[in-house]
């Protein structure tokens, strides 16, 4: 994973929304309910580390609240030039729970200034017994902005 991603900056001038969208089925089946922890960025990129901005909670149609986010400017983008290799976003992190699912991370969700994303969230439902062949089961890691095809 790429240690160089551009950790929350409090002195960001810029403002991303975002909002999650909580299913199963690929989609299908909105989920009501799901604990979504949205995380400033850690420093050594574990989204345990970073700092718990906002708890939100899936609705019925599996959606989150809308949320804001400080990101870099977006003149940063326009303006390749200026002198630095910093990306024209802030990543996030965020841990997507709910009771019967396998635990989704999401690792650097990145915001844009000015723009609303969506962050789909599929969520794996667990077997019956709650294991997976007998061993136990592991939490899902999504490596969202890493490297990013702007």
């Known amino acids: 994973m790429n240690q160089n991603l551009p950790l929350p900056d409090p002195s960001a001038t810029g403002v991303g929304r975002l909002i999650f969208r909580v299913s199963t089925a690929s989609g299908a089946i909105p989920l009501e309910g799901a604990r979504v922890i949205v995380r ?6 574990d989204p345990e580390r970073g700092n718990a901005l906002k708890v939100l909670y899936s609705d019925r149609n599996g959606k989150t609240e809308l949320m804001e986010l400080p990101t870099t400017p977006r003149s940063l983008s326009l303006a390749p030039a200026n002198g630095t290799d910093a990306p024209p976003f802030l990543c996030y992190d965020a841990e997507v729970t709910l009771a019967g699912y396998r635990t989704v991370n999401y690792v650097c969700i990145p915001i844009f200034d000015g723009i609303t ?21 592991e939490d899902i890691t999504v490596v969202e902005g890493e490297n990013p095809n702007l």
């Open 117 to 137: 994303s969506v962050q789909p969230a599929d969520m794996v439902p667990l077997p019956e017994n709650g294991r997976e062949d007998g061993l136990g089961y």
């Open 40 to 45: 400033s960025k850690g420093a050594d990129g």
